[in-house]
């Protein structure tokens, strides 16, 4: 009986090293998953939003569209300018050709 005592618990100890050893294996890769899945989201500020409503006269700004259709608009005197998403020059695009032509119908139906 000793010996079949020794025999389970040399096959105990070997287990036991087994499974510890995966478990340290899955623990860094659950471990390692986490840190590059949420190290993106801590690293990352969040951008600023301006509130601020700045306006402008047409002769004060020039408008322009780059090659991925981003709307740029630029200041004459100091030459700076902001860059906006493709969907915004669309959007301000698509107002004012229905401005332009709502009053283009407007002239020529009297």
């Given amino acids: 009986m000793n010996e079949k005592m020794k025999t389970i618990l040399e096959n105990g100890k070997k287990v036991l090293k087994s499974l510890t050893i995966y478990g ?20 990352t500020k ?8 700045t ?25 700076n300018y902001t860059i906006y998403e493709d969907s915004v020059g669309n959007t301000i695009f698509s107002l ?6 709502g009053q283009h119908t407007q002239v020529t139906n009297p």
Wanted: net charge positive.
């Fill in 24 to 43: 340290i294996i899955v623990l860094s890769c659950l471990a390692s998953f986490f840190i590059g899945f949420y190290y993106n989201k801590v690293t």
């Fill in 46 to 53: 969040a951008p600023e939003v301006k509130t601020e409503v």
């Fill in 55 to 79: 306006k402008v006269k047409k002769n004060e700004v020039n408008l322009a569209v780059d090659q991925n259709n981003n709307l740029i608009i630029i200041d004459v005197k100091s030459g």
């Fill in 96 to 101: 004012y050709a229905k401005n332009v032509w």
